[in-house]
């Protein structure tokens, strides 16, 4: 039963949303990159109208809307600014390993609260010297009676410096990579914790990224989102269950892009008419709406199968490789069909272009997705074909000719080149690439 049809309750919340972003994110979108400031007040509209915060599970008082619907969100608030869905939706990035986790104590708690009330989480794995690496962790965490206590530094945290809460991952010991990883739920008004000046950035402007110190930070075991040894693998978990999210990112901004220049080239005229009556400029069109296309569907299957209990990790790589680099195109060939407009401030191309920029970046870079996939694609995919050196050959004996003397009956086949041997025996060099007999193996009769 494979359905590309949203359901009546999927197609309300993507209206809800779409509302949201033309009305509340699109009209301050530009003032606030140019500012270099985000707008919280954005922020907490997004909250009131409930768009924020969707995913916490109906048994700790949320909505339990899946991945899918949060990607539907996400692509309408990203078309309109990147950087202000970054900011609003980092809630989901920051509860996931939460939500993932095993204490419902602290499940309670904080997911209550979060729901209630207007608070901001966010997620820190990334420090000073290490992103991709998860497993070189050095921010430290001590065990001391019924607490831990945190030293080290994060960096590159959005919403790190207005967040209320902050899941942070650290190490018990730098030395022992993956088995020391641990993560912890920590308060920004916990002594010990010190907020650093916002990164200035290329793009994403509206968005708030710092870094944090944790000097002697003591966190009390309530707080354990996973203990030493749990954390690598939770975070690997939350990243493949946020992946497809970062593709919907990518989806609105590709997509505002593509509309943009469609409305351009209909008005823009040059050599005595309007250039979209250029087939250049129609292929371009429809280069960016099938990268569009094709990036919403991947970005839905990723989703789909996190919400229906499949490990969604290899498609939400797929989703966040391709809507990311397709996004990337889409904008760039945008801001070309404006031609030199779409280099100024004037129009929204620049804005998008240095927005969607970041989408290669966080959350796994496109090499570190390259790297998972090929990992994949040569060990654990299963192949439906059978090895070269196994591959059938139609004898005439399959045919029905059994007048075949006995000795042409065999066959063989150099496992370098190819060449296929008839006879009682393996010839004692090959004919064509001279490898010896024992290049050769028996292929008929069948095996
Ligand atoms: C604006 C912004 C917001 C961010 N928000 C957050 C956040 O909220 N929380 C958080 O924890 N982090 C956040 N990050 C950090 C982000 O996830 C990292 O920047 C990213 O994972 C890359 O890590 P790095 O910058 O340390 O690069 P490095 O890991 O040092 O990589 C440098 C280069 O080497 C490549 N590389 C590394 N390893 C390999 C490999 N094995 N094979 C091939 N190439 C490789 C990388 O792809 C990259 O091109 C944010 C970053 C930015 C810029």
């Not at 429809?286 to 498609?315: C, H, Y």
Request: with cysteine; proline share 6%; aromatic share 10%.
């Amino acid at each position: 039963m494979l359905n590309f049809n949203l359901s009546p309750e999927q197609l309300k919340v993507q209206k809800q949303a779409r509302t949201f972003a033309l009305n509340e994110v699109l009209p301050v979108a530009w003032h606030y990159d140019e500012k270099d400031e985000i707008p919280l007040f954005v922020l907490k509209k997004a909250f009131s109208a409930g768009l924020m915060n969707t995913d916490i599970p109906a048994q700790y008082g949320g909505k339990g809307f899946g991945i899918l619907e949060g990607a539907l969100i996400t692509e309408e608030v990203a078309a309109a600014c990147p950087g202000l869905a970054t900011s609003i939706f980092d809630n989901s990035l920051g509860m996931e390993p939460i939500i993932l986790s095993q204490n419902e104590k602290l499940k309670t708690k904080y997911l209550g609260e979060i729901r209630k009330n207007f608070k901001l989480i966010c997620f820190a794995t990334s420090e000073p010297v290490m992103g991709s690496d998860v497993s070189g962790i050095r921010c430290q965490a001590k065990a001391d009676g019924a607490y831990f206590v945190l030293n080290g530094t994060k960096y590159w945290i959005t919403n790190g410096g207005i967040a209320d809460y902050m899941t942070v991952f650290a190490t018990i010991d730098p030395e022992s990579q993956h088995e020391g990883i641990c993560a912890f739920l920590i308060e920004k008004d916990w002594p010990g914790v010190s907020v650093g000046k916002p990164i200035p950035k290329l793009g994403q402007r509206c968005s708030n990224t710092v870094g944090l110190h944790f000097k002697n930070v003591r966190v009390p075991r309530e707080n354990v989102i996973a203990p030493p040894g749990e954390g690598f693998v939770l975070a690997m978990k939350t990243f493949s269950r946020t992946r497809p999210v970062i593709g919907a990112f990518a989806v609105g901004a590709a997509r505002s892009a593509m509309e943009y220049a469609i409305d351009y080239v209909k008005k823009r005229r040059a050599f005595g008419t309007k250039i979209v009556n250029f087939q250049a400029i129609q292929f371009k069109i429809a280069e960016m709406f099938q990268k569009v296309e094709t990036a919403r569907l991947l970005t839905w299957k990723a989703a789909w199968e996190a919400d229906n209990g499949l490990d969604p990790t290899i498609s939400a790589s797929v989703a966040k490789l391709y809507a990311t680099e397709a996004a990337q195109e889409v904008v760039d060939e945008a801001l070309q069909v404006f031609g030199g407009y779409g280099y100024t401030k004037m129009f929204p191309l620049e804005k998008l272009l240095r927005d969607t920029r970041l989408f290669r970046i966080y959350e796994g870079t496109s090499e570190i997705q390259r790297v998972i996939l090929s990992g994949f694609a040569l060990n654990g995919y299963k192949p439906v074909m059978p090895a070269l050196e196994d591959l059938p050959v139609l004898r005439d004996l399959d045919l029905g000719d059994d007048q075949l003397p006995e000795k042409d009956r065999n066959a063989w086949r150099c496992r370098m080149c190819g060449h296929i041997h008839y006879g009682d025996s393996a010839p004692d060099m090959c004919p064509y690439c001279f490898f010896p007999e024992s290049a050769f193996k028996k292929i008929w009769p069948r095996q």
